[in-house]
């Protein structure tokens, strides 16, 4: 019977299981005040054998609520991966730092050896690095793998702690025999500028073992950047480098294109909207014309690079067997440059690797001189030194609303900020899917699902799942606006992918299982962080055209087990397997 077929057909993609070594609350936005609202939580913990990850991200957690969490974990010697993202919202600064000091005091207590430590979105400024400095320096963090600290407002006092205890743990850690091997750090949005950056190239120099460097919006100038180049080129596993929205100038291109031709593993560039100019590119386009062999994404959108420039690039690419993309939207190639740089990628047959030009400034009036600029920016370093940890008294119920705050700060009498205020700038497509935001998702515009189109290699079934759930992420139901920007995204680039002959379904839904955690891969890919949104819009999905009615009874088939990953969606869950009984009723 087709009922049994697809039972064995569940089985056989679920039969290696997901491990049940996690124990999560996240999304559950839970007001943990004191040791009483968390009574079920620690019994939890207390009683969860072999526990390695907790994940309590979008609740928000106090001081005693974090003592009463941290008492149990003091047992737990297995424990290996901190979730811990925007779980901070409402609190005052001065509850953070003795929260994750409990917190990760209890870790060391236990024995216990971390491989991720995630602490984003958590505005915890300069003080709160002060709260995890005693956890990143002790033995717990010797095996640390990923270290994610995004849009946590460490500014440069933050910076220079975070690099310095990090500095530590490898010392002692290599004194031991086994010295640390961070892979992944993510800090985007902490406005490190030049003296934090700095600090970090030179833990980062010492520890030689970067596979993934995330650092957009920092406020980084050139001479910031000239000093991650050189950290870098100690990097030699790098697959990874996203420094989006910092400002290079020449100098700084230049700098790192030296940089990365000591580097034989770089995948992805990201140099978008950091003004490489056009001898920075003309620069980065011989290093990569005489190498990175494996090189799949180069944006170098938004830099003020001119025809001959971006001409220069798409020749060092042709031979590039692996590219996937050439980003140089919004650049200043005017209309004939814009035309002679499609022409020039399609005589070479990789015409359809270039991004869109949609946002091309224009040829420029008149050429600016990089020097001058470049003068400038040194001019204000003097200014960057005299600015000191930024303090602050509590962190907003919004991370916008406290980002704000501290823009208006730095627009006080007498504090000069290290880079120019820039216009508007155009919606980010990858910017979005790394990071998805409600506000992001809108200000991609009405062509929003033909930009994601262009971004996402909609041949690709894992590529093509993970879009969709980062679309689907900030999918909102009482929010039409959103809801509706959502759902025509995820129609637009669904409805293309199955449209394409060569795209399986199958495979699509296999993917989505895999990351939403309900089956393991073989290639061993970390699911995402479910959330209700995701399983909402997936209910709409199966309920149209586009979506293969063979593929409705093996989702309900996984929906309807018991699964850890989904227990923080129940009520999403439900909804989503309501519809896909009620669709197989209907076939």
């Keep these: 019977m087709a009922t049994d077929i697809v039972g064995q057909?569940?089985?056989?993609?679920?039969?290696?299981?997901?491990?049940?070594?996690?124990?999560?609350?996240?999304?559950?936005?839970?007001?943990?005040?004191?040791?009483?609202?968390?009574?079920e939580i620690v019994k939890e913990i207390e009683e969860f054998q072999g526990l390695q990850a907790l994940r309590l991200e979008g609740n928000t957690i106090g001081v005693e609520a974090a003592q009463a969490i941290a008492k149990a974990l003091q047992t737990k010697s297995q424990f290996k991966c901190c979730y811990w993202s925007d779980m901070f919202t409402g609190r005052l600064r001065s509850e953070i730092p003795p929260a994750l000091n409990s917190l990760g005091d209890a870790l060391v207590t236990a024995g216990a050896r971390l491989s991720v430590l995630d602490l984003s979105d958590n505005a915890f400024g300069p003080d709160g690095v002060k709260g995890i400095e005693r956890l990143l320096k002790s033995h717990a963090c010797h095996t640390?793998?990923?270290?994610?600290l995004n849009n946590c407002g460490m500014g440069i006092g933050g910076g220079k702690i975070l690099a310095a205890a990090l500095t530590e743990c490898h010392k002692k850690s290599s004194a031991l025999g086994a010295p640390l091997r961070l892979k992944v750090f993510i800090a985007g949005r902490n406005r490190l500028e030049n003296d934090g950056a700095r600090a970090l190239a030179q833990a980062f120099q010492l520890m030689g073992s970067l596979e993934e460097v995330h650092m957009p919006q920092n406020g980084i100038n050139h001479p910031g950047v000239t000093a991650l180049a050189t950290a870098m080129q100690h990097n030699a596993g790098l697959r990874v480098l996203n420094l989006n929205d910092n400002t290079f100038t020449?100098?700084?291109?230049?700098?790192m294109a030296q940089a990365l031709k000591h580097l034989r593993s770089v995948q992805v560039i990201n140099f978008g909207d950091c003004l490489v100019r056009s001898e920075g590119a003309i620069a980065i386009a011989e290093t990569v014309s005489e190498g990175l062999p494996i090189l799949k994404e180069l944006n170098l959108s938004f830099g003020e690079i001119t025809e001959e420039a971006a001409l220069a690039l798409a020749h060092a690419v042709k031979s590039k067997t692996h590219l996937e993309k050439l980003d140089l939207n919004g650049?200043?190639?005017?209309?004939?440059?814009?035309?002679?740089?499609?022409e020039a990628m399609q005589s070479?047959?990789?015409?359809?690797?270039?991004?869109?030009?949609?946002d091309d400034e224009?040829?420029?009036?008149?050429?600016?001189?990089?020097?001058?600029?470049?003068?400038?920016?040194?001019?204000?370093?003097g200014v960057e030194e005299e600015e000191e940890e930024e303090d602050g008294e509590e962190e907003d119920d919004d991370q916008e609303d406290e980002e704000e705050e501290e823009e208006e700060e730095d627009e006080s009498p007498g504090v000069k900020v290290s880079t120019p205020a820039s216009a508007p700038r155009p919606p980010d497509v990858s910017s979005f899917l790394s990071f998805p935001s409600p506000d992001k998702l809108?200000?991609?515009?009405?062509k929003r699902a033909l930009l994601i189109e262009e971004q996402v290699d909609l041949s690709d079934a894992m590529k093509t799942a993970r879009a969709f759930l980062s679309i689907a992420s900030v999918y909102k139901e009482e929010n039409q606006e959103v809801k509706t920007a959502v759902l025509d995204s995820i129609d637009g680039v669904l409805r293309k992918a199955f449209s394409s002959p060569s795209f399986q379904g199958y495979d699509f839904v296999s993917c989505l299982l895999v990351l939403l955690g309900l089956i393991k891969s073989e290639d061993k890919v970390k699911p995402v962080r479910v959330v209700p949104g995701q399983l909402e819009a997936l209910e709409h999905v199966v309920r149209q055209d586009y979506f293969p009615r063979e593929s409705v009874a093996v989702l309900e088939a996984f929906m309807s087990r018991n699964s850890k990953a989904l227990e923080p969606v129940d009520g999403a869950r439900s909804g989503l397997q309501t519809t896909l009984q009620g669709l197989q009723g209907g076939s």
Excluded: F, H
């Excluded at 679920?14 to 009483?36: F, M, P």
């Design 331 to 342: 650049n200043a190639l005017g209309v004939e440059g814009c035309e002679a740089l499609k």
């Design 144 to 148: 640390l793998q990923e270290l994610k």
């Design 250 to 255: 020449k100098r700084g291109a230049i700098a």
């Design 442 to 446: 809108l200000k991609l515009g009405a």
């Design 9 to 39: 057909l569940a089985d056989s993609l679920a039969q290696t299981g997901v491990e049940e070594w996690e124990l999560s609350y996240k999304g559950q936005g839970r007001k943990l005040d004191n040791a009483q609202s968390v009574e």
């Design 362 to 381: 224009g040829e420029p009036e008149v050429d600016d001189d990089d020097d001058d600029d470049d003068d400038e920016e040194t001019d204000e370093e």
């Design 348 to 358: 070479m047959k990789i015409g359809d690797l270039l991004g869109s030009l949609s």
